[in-house]
């Protein structure tokens, strides 16, 4: 696709109910990053992804968090058990590789809301 | 320490005047620097990428890298109000690829 697209672009959910976050990256690209934002806040770094591989899952805030990539294309971050802090906006960004082409393109986000 | 450091502003420049945006970073394994502009309820848009020491130029925008002191920096010429954003450093790994961003610097342009 010409752009990072990430759906849905807002989700609602009760506390305590799983969510799925989807991340279609740029075609090509091969390294895909997940980060949270909270409102007024900086960009905290959840997983990022080479290929289908995980080499870093240490931002993951819990183990209700978890990220998977399959095909080397899209990626899926699933919350188990919402709580009302993981409310915020989630971003996709991908970049043709990691070692060289480096440069990251983020999608439009996923608004988490958790109630 | 934060692994990307800077400063939260409000940074406030005139209209027409150099915004300077500065960043500090403690992995000494990093080997990309990037600038990224976020527009509030916007997700970060990519303005500036550098890679070696020195400075790279792109339209209005220069970047700056200071390896041996761990600093890169952006300089905004001719600040218009449109520029008014939170402007994003990221640092990425040689090592690991992992990409880590500062907490954002808030600048203002006033017409």
């Known amino acids: 696709g010409a752009g990072v697209s990430q759906s849905p672009s807002n989700k609602v959910t009760e506390k305590g109910k799983d969510v799925e976050l989807r991340c279609d990256p740029i075609?090509?690209?091969?390294?895909l990053y997940w980060y949270r934002q909270s409102l007024g806040q900086g960009l905290e770094f959840l997983i990022y992804?080479?290929?289908?591989?995980?080499?870093?899952k240490s931002g993951l805030p819990s183990d209700r968090f978890s990220a998977e990539r399959t095909g080397g294309s899209v990626s899926t971050l699933t919350i188990q058990r919402t709580q009302q802090e993981d409310s915020a906006v989630y971003l996709c960004?991908?970049?043709?590789?990691?070692?060289?082409?480096?440069?990251?393109?983020f999608g439009q986000g996923t608004r988490l809301t958790v109630v | 320490q934060k692994e990307v450091e800077q400063n939260s502003g409000p940074l406030s420049v005139p209209e027409g005047a150099i915004a300077s945006l500065n960043c500090t970073y403690s992995?000494?394994?990093?080997?990309?620097f990037f600038w990224y502009r976020q527009y509030s309820g916007k997700s970060p848009e990519l303005i500036m990428f550098?890679?070696?020491?020195g400075d790279k130029e792109d339209g209005r925008f220069t970047a700056q890298l200071n390896k041996a002191s761990q600093y890169v920096s952006l300089l905004i010429r001719d600040s218009q109000p449109s520029d008014s954003a939170t402007y994003l450093c990221?640092?990425?790994?040689?090592?690991?690829?992992?990409?880590?961003f500062g907490q954002g610097t808030t600048l203002q342009v006033k017409p």
């Open positions: 960004a991908s970049s043709l590789d990691l070692q060289g082409g480096k440069e990251a393109f």
């Open positions: 075609s090509g690209h091969t390294a």
């Open positions: 992804f080479q290929g289908n591989s995980a080499p870093d």
């Open positions: 992995d000494r394994g990093s080997q990309s």
């Open positions: 550098i890679y070696s020491n």
């Open positions: 990221a640092a990425g790994s040689g090592n690991t690829g992992k990409l880590i």
